[in-house]
């Protein structure tokens, strides 16, 4: 081990949990009137998984999330409006719908902490002097304040965010950037991460081998051509994990 690669979002920081309870308070405080609460956060949900299944859309928005979700929340009410409801069509613009998608993200930010084990493992392998970098996709001001809110920077000695270097996971131009950042080979490299095909997927066809961080315990996909190394519910399971 001469390098270890690490994701951000669900492997070093809890970024999931209260996803649902912060879109139902943005609904609560921001639904127009005439419009019941319960029904533009059922309308958002789905709006949710429309948006974000199709991977073309999610690998060209998710650097911009903020207008990301501006426009769930801008199809969902379109979506409302066909279905009937004249509050809906009368509130909807861009301005309510970033006002909720604001709301969403702010109280989504606040949520986001350190999982389990993960300062401890990072602190660990620095005073180790293993080299370590940080991959991950994403909006890159939104990145780096997560990234400066917690701390994290005097961890990595090369920091890779999709919205800042132009490419993101499973692209090999990210892991190959960051292991020259590092001065590392595949070969001698892990990558940690909780996204099958970005994560693991993406480094182990360069070379790298794996740690799939699975907080859900999800089934791997058998689609997928390369299986993890390791496999841990969080990082606290890494404990004496590395060199010596």
Known sequence: MRAVLFDLDDTILNYSDGVEDCWAAACRDHAPDGLDAEELRQAVYAARRWFWD???????????????YTKIVAAAFAVLERNGSAAAGAARSTELSRRIAQAFNAARFELVVPLPGALALLERLHAAK??????????????????????????????????EFGAGKPDAAVFEHALKELGAKPEHSWMVGDNPEFDVGGARALGLRAVWVNRFARIFPGTLPHAPDKVVKSLAELDGWGPG
Not at 54 to 68: K, S, V, W
Not at 139 to 154: F, M, N, S, T, V
Request: charged fraction near 30%; hydrophobic fraction near 40%; aromatic fraction near 4%.
């Open 54 to 68: 199709d991977p073309e859309r999610h690998r060209r928005e998710r650097t911009d999330m903020l207008g990301a």
């Open 130 to 163: 293993i080299p370590l970098g940080l991959v991950t996709n994403g909006d890159a001001a939104q990145q780096r304040a997560k990234i400066e809110r917690h701390g994290l920077a005097r961890f990595f000695g090369a920091v890779v965010i999709e919205g």
